[in-house]
């Protein structure tokens, strides 16, 4: 089995599979459990500063929606940080990081944007022997109203200031949160850098609203007949966690950065895709959420499965792999022709590559009497609509065109040769071509 | 000492009686909410569905399905309606294994198709239950319009030109509505009493008269229903029974298989209703399995079915010979009756096996029975009849008969399976084609 031991900016971990700081990470009772269970590391519900607490709302705190059968896809909360004595949090975190020593032990902190504030905070955490710090600068909700988590993660010149704050005042590596409320992800991420972070994390959760109860005129989670914006995560949100990720690992700026993702990690598989997209290990949260800590023991068995097919010896082989391959529209290659292939063994006949194509795409696939389906090549431009909408996996796919064969719908022959939109004679500021 | 399943003879009461209302309870149970989602979310809402070609009556199953997964199970109830009246029963009754659901798509992939059947039943019992009647009739016409038989059929053919504004009298035999739905099925297919409610759910539409105790031959003749009104349905069934061609078939204890399921489906207490220890049924269509399989659970030790030919030419589906066997009747095939035996009361019945010809082969079998059910096929009855096509009324696909004036569909007219399904879709297609001639 390959090894699964992870060290993330000198945190070291028996896998690459942490807790993010949320529910499941807000007291001793839980993290326990969430070791015991197999977890590699875990970030605790983030500390605010001394005195008293924040409180909760006593409604409803989380929105979801589901797929078939009540399958969670995606969970939205209005829950603020943790809502007890920080003193509480220090002793339990103390508590566990002693008897759990081969644990990462990580401390996500969101005091208000002032140096006093953060310096006072910083030697708590430090006492209790964590391995590091997590900045929320993430949650879009409750707190961001009172100047705190997004609304310092969407100012770059403030995640600098408290960045750098932090690595004067303590020697724990420091990780920034950042938040996906933003623009472009790499203003922040650039900050943190500039702050002289030791790793970013993402993504934090999305402002959402998940439903609207069309009886009562109010968003969902309702509290009371009102509903708030609250910040979306679960396996909705994969696809715009690992672009995020895939941004700050492929620019030059941030390229060397390490970044831990975050972001719908849900099996092993949506584990390996963040670790080839850069991030160096996972945070999951909606997924023990919805199944339990138990998830980890797959996560472990399918992540060295895995590596193991691939003969990878550590996870650090597996981290950028997928990185060199993520670019620009503009270098795609425009000579490349693939063309839809429907297996006609495969196909059920259920039609819907015909609708999909037919109503909405190129009229490039024929419905005969007997309902086979069959592309025209004079019509299809490998769009990939029919392979998305087709219910049987491996039916329909994209094949490539051979090089010297003439693509019937342009009557150009495909030409071997890469050639990108730069160079394109339809591009205005194309430049000459060798 | 009370009797039980050993006692032979005829005999009523042979179970617990507790045990009777869940022998003759709901064959499949109605899905609760969160079945019917998970269900529907199976379907892929195929483009030009083949499930929609095989259903007799076109609807739209793709679409109902989808009306369902989006939490609105009475607009589909709507789309199911509009175009099957009696889409409640069919949802019951339907041989959904060899129409929509053998057509699914997930059928030939997976071998588990949607189950469209059940899907239709949720839709259509959410809104009946609530007593709602989705459609109104148009500005009358001022024709009148005869239907002969309160069937599948006739209702259906009713309801639709009621709907299009026509006033239309049921006239029907029985002394309630609702043919074989009401007369003819399994119990356990449509328990609850749901064929008279869907009756009665049907003539919510308003401008349909129900006359019964009134057939050809009793009070009613063709030429005077021509004369009192527009147009004329015909939707009367087959009223007869063939014979058995058997020495000794008018022994005792023998008698037709569609009177034993009509006395227990009018049966108020089954624990009266008295049934033979070893009960033969001679026959392979639903009415020899609806007979076989409630024979069985009223307590008869030995039920044994009795088909000419082989399993494969039975007119009951597959799915329906497994039910028989699941609850305990034993198939025979490739055997005739050739002799009821017994002194005045069958006690033994003699069948001699045939090959795939039908020519004897002299090897005979015989069997215990104190009861034989036969339901080798039903006739059409009544004179005066327009012209027939083999043995039954000859009929355009818009149901025309040869006569002017006179339509007729369902089991009494040529053309399509006798199921209840294409009864509705006859009734309903003769319906729009009388109202295209009443109009101009």
Redesign the interface.
């Known amino acids: 089995m390959a090894n699964l031991q992870s060290d993330f900016v000198g945190i070291k971990s028996p896998n690459p599979f942490w807790l993010a700081s949320a529910p499941p990470t807000d007291k001793e009772y839980n993290v326990r459990r969430a070791f015991e269970a197999g977890w590699g590391g875990v970030v605790w519900k983030t500390l605010g500063m001394e005195g008293p607490p924040v409180v909760n709302v006593n409604g409803p705190r989380y929105g979801a929606i589901w797929g078939?059968?009540?399958r969670l896809l995606g969970l939205n909360n209005i829950e603020l940080i943790t809502d007890r004595p920080l003193e509480v949090n220090l002793r339990e975190m103390k508590a566990v990081k002693r008897d759990y020593p081969d644990r990462a032990l990580i401390a996500s902190i969101m005091v208000p944007c002032e140096e006093e504030a953060w310096k006072a905070i910083l030697p708590h955490v430090e006492d209790t022997g964590a391995d590091g710090i997590e900045l929320n600068f993430g949650c879009p909700h409750g707190m961001a109203e009172r100047g705190m988590g997004s609304a310092v993660g969407q100012v770059p010149e403030y995640i600098e200031m408290v960045t750098r704050w932090c690595k004067m005042y303590t020697r724990m590596p420091v990780i920034v949160k950042l938040t996906p409320n933003i623009t472009n992800v790499l203003y922040p991420a650039e900050a943190a850098k500039r702050g002289g972070a030791d790793a970013v994390s993402l993504i934090n959760t999305i402002n959402s609203i998940t439903s609207v109860n069309l009886d009562s005129f109010a968003p969902e989670p309702m509290i009371d007949g009102k509903g708030t914006h609250g910040g979306y995560c679960g396996p909705a949100v994969k696809p715009i966690a690992l672009n995020m990720v895939a941004e700050i690992a492929r620019n030059p700026a941030t390229a060397d950065m390490p970044i831990s993702g975050i972001g719908g990690v849900t099996t092993w598989r949506d584990a390996a895709e963040f670790l080839a997209l850069g991030a160096g290990n996972v945070q999951v949260c909606t997924a023990v959420m919805t199944y339990g800590f138990k998830i980890v023991q797959e996560m472990i068995s399918g992540l060295s499965e895995y590596m193991d097919s691939k003969e990878m010896t550590s996870v650090d082989q597996l981290v950028r792999k997928a990185v060199p391959n993520v670019t620009d529209w503009n270098q795609l290659n425009l000579n490349y022709v693939a063309k839809a292939r429907i297996d006609q063994d495969a196909c059920?006949?259920?039609?819907?590559c015909?609708?999909a194509c037919e109503d909405t795409s190129h009229q490039a696939i024929a419905?005969s009497e007997d309902?086979t389906f069959t592309v025209i090549d004079e019509e299809c431009v490998a769009c990939n609509l029919c392979v998305n909408v087709c219910?049987?996996e491996d039916c329909i796919s994209m094949v490539p065109m051979d090089a010297g064969s003439t693509d019937p719908r342009t009557g150009k022959v495909v030409d071997p040769s890469y050639a990108n939109w730069t160079t394109h004679p339809n591009n205005p500021s194309a430049t000459a071509a060798e | 000492m009370a009797d039980n399943e050993f006692t032979p003879g005829i005999r009523a009461g042979r179970l617990e009686h507790g045990a009777y209302a869940a022998q003759f309870s709901d064959l499949h149970p109605p899905l609760d909410d969160?079945e019917a989602?998970?269900a529907a979310?199976?379907c892929?809402?195929?483009?030009?569905?083949?499930c929609i070609t095989a259903c007799p009556t076109d609807i739209d199953i793709p679409l109902f399905i989808r009306q369902i997964t989006t939490g609105t199970p009475d607009a589909a109830a709507k789309t199911i309606l509009s175009q099957n009246i009696m889409g409640g029963m069919c949802a019951r009754v339907c041989p959904t294994e060899q129409l929509c659901e053998q057509a699914c798509?997930?059928e030939?992939?997976e071998g588990k198709p949607v189950l469209i059947g059940q899907l239709q039943r949720y839709a259509t019992d959410h809104l009946q239950q609530q007593g709602i009647h989705p459609f109104v009739r148009a500005e009358a016409t001022g024709k009148t319009v005869a239907v002969v038989g309160a069937g599948p059929a006739g209702l259906s053919c009713a309801h639709r030109l009621a709907m299009l504004g026509h006033d239309v009298v049921v006239y029907d035999a029985r002394p309630k509505p609702g043919g074989l739905n009401e007369f003819g099925i399994a119990a356990y297919k449509t328990p609850n009493g749901y064929a008279q409610a869907e009756v009665d759910w049907l003539l919510q539409i308003g401008g349909i008269r129900i006359e019964t105790g009134k057939a050809l031959g009793a009070g009613l003749t063709l030429d005077q229903l021509k004369a009192d009104h527009d147009a004329v349905f015909l939707g009367v069934g087959l009223g007869g029974v063939n014979a058995l061609g058997a020495v000794g078939e008018d022994k005792d204890g023998v008698s037709d298989a569609v009177d034993f399921i009509s006395e227990l489906r009018q049966s108020t207490d089954l624990t009266a209703l008295p049934i033979g220890r070893d009960v033969v049924v001679i026959g392979g269509g639903m009415t020899a399995i609806d007979a076989a399989v409630q024979a069985k659970l009223l307590g008869a030790l030995n039920v044994t079915l009795v088909y000419r030919r082989g399993r494969d030419r039975m007119n009951a589906s597959p799915f329906e010979q497994d039910l028989a066997a699941s609850k305990g009747v034993r198939i025979v095939t490739h055997a005739v009756p050739v002799a009821v035996h017994g002194n005045g009361a069958v006690r033994e019945i003699e069948f001699e096996y045939v090959d795939a010809t039908m020519k004897g082969t002299g090897e005979t079998l015989r069997l215990a029975a104190d009861q034989v059910f036969k339901a080798i096929g039903q006739t059409l009855q009544g004179d005066g009849l327009p012209d027939l096509d083999g043995r039954k009324i000859a009929v355009t696909v818009t149901g025309r008969t040869s006569v002017a004036g006179v339509w007729a569909g369902g089991d009494c007219a040529s053309g399509g399976d006798d199921l209840t399904v294409t009864a509705v879709a006859e009734g309903r297609d003769a319906a729009m084609d009388i109202h295209s001639a009443l109009m101009g």
């Open positions: 078939a059968d009540r059920i006949s259920c039609g819907r015909f609708a419905m309902r219910p049987v | 969160h989602l998970v979310d199976r892929y809402f195929c483009h030009d569905a083949p798509v997930r030939i992939a």
